[in-house]
């Protein structure tokens, strides 16, 4: 009997400590790389800021800081704050290693704006505390109820700005219902949509570093033919898809899907609207992949979809015969690529689309980032 291939490159990569450098190794691009514009409104970058990001050195938190120096956020000093464990990591921003603190003692006063990338429990615990501080917060856990910080996409719904005071409190949504938002809302200009139909192919990344680092042990564990023993998952992950991401209610919807309805709903104005979604759990370290369904009440014409979706702000529409992928195209960039548009088979009242975007990058950090370029000038 042959000896099995000794495979080493995803053991290699799943100890990389920052989300970039494993990007770059897993994802080769075929399309151009595609950057979104800064929503910053007037000549208010001239004014710098003293931010503070907590949940520095998890996936979001590192990608966070990395967008902001990527778009010359005006930045006069940046706070890196985590947990204990965590604290005394570096995350390199601007050509130094910005040494990353206890979250426990830090003083809030000292910053405008705190963006909170770490879990629900954190942002319960420290929010209350920079609101009182005058402090303005962007939540990206989702922790906040809607009537104290409204979820915001800005291709979608920044109208929501205009009734906020001092300080402000936004939360960004799930990388799902923010991706979903950026296509959906250009489309509500053509046509009803009555329902949305939605399976949502999620990559390891949505559930933290712990499970892109499990995801890489399982693959390379199985492709030197050795025995398998999951540990953050309960079953198999690698060459596998998995039918729930986190644990169902009595009902058997996940805590992700009811918070993707509730946001989806929410950005898009239509409270009532009917959304039935499964989000399955795949073998992708990043880059989420969407298949939907529109319902509307009249015929839809395909040709104003097409041009409605080529015009819109955060959308790279793939052209007839081609369709995107996570890791070809997706990962890394800027915005939710589109394609497989077509009509019912035999329901012209029916729209179908194939998105998929970057869920660490475009689905949380990037609208994390944009929404504070619109909080600069007034809400500051």
């Known amino acids: 009997m042959s000896e099995p291939l000794l495979i080493t490159g995803y053991e290699h990569v799943c100890e990389k400590s920052d989300v970039s450098?494993?990007?770059?190794?897993?994802a080769p691009k075929r399309r151009v790389k595609c950057r979104s514009p800064r929503f910053a409104r007037g000549s208010t970058m001239n004014q710098s800021f003293d931010i503070a990001v907590i949940g520095a050195t998890g996936t979001v938190g590192e990608t966070l800081v990395q967008i902001l120096e990527e778009r010359d956020f005006p930045i006069a000093n940046l706070h890196l704050l985590a947990s204990s464990e965590s604290a005394g990591h570096s995350v390199p921003f601007r050509g130094k290693n910005v040494r990353v603190r206890e979250v426990d003692e830090f003083d809030f006063s000292k910053v405008q704006l705190a963006f909170f990338a770490a879990g629900p429990a954190v942002t319960l615990s420290f929010a209350p505390r920079a609101t009182a501080a005058n402090c303005a917060?962007?939540?990206?856990?989702g922790a906040l109820p809607s009537a104290q910080a409204p979820n915001l996409v800005p291709e979608a719904n920044e109208r929501v700005l205009a009734g906020l005071k001092k300080p402000v409190q936004l939360s960004s949504p799930s990388?799902?219902?923010t991706?979903?938002?950026?296509?959906?809302?250009p489309l509500q200009a053509l046509f009803?949509?009555?329902?949305?139909?939605?399976t949502a192919s999620l990559a390891v990344s949505t559930q933290g570093r712990e499970a892109v680092t499990e995801l890489a042990r399982q693959t390379a564990e199985l492709l030197n033919a050795r025995p398998l023993e999951p540990r953050f998952f309960d079953r198999q992950m690698a060459f596998n898809l998995l039918a729930q991401v986190g644990t169902p209610d009595e009902h058997g919807h996940t805590l992700l899907e009811k918070r993707l309805v509730r946001e989806l709903r929410e950005v898009?104005?239509?409270?009532?609207?009917?959304?039935?979604?499964?989000?399955?759990?795949a073998p992708v370290f990043f880059g989420d992949s969407y298949s939907v369904t529109l319902q509307s009440a009249t015929a839809i014409d395909l040709d104003a979809v097409n041009a409605a979706l080529e015009a819109a702000p955060g959308i790279e529409l793939v052209e007839a015969g081609d369709y995107p992928t996570a890791v070809g195209d997706a990962v890394g960039q800027d915005v939710v690529y589109v394609g497989r548009v077509r009509g019912g088979i035999d329901d012209p009242a029916e729209l179908n689309l194939w998105l998929t975007s970057d869920n660490v990058r475009k689905g949380a950090a990037l609208n994390a980032v944009q929404l504070a370029e619109l909080l600069i000038k007034d809400l500051l």
């Open 21 to 26: 450098g494993l990007i770059n190794c897993l």
């Open 179 to 185: 991706s979903l938002a950026v296509v959906l809302a």
């Open 137 to 141: 917060v962007i939540d990206l856990s």
């Open 192 to 198: 009803e949509i009555q329902r949305v139909n939605l």
């Open 175 to 177: 990388a799902a219902a």
């Open 268 to 281: 898009l104005a239509q409270p009532l609207l009917k959304i039935s979604v499964t989000c399955v759990q």
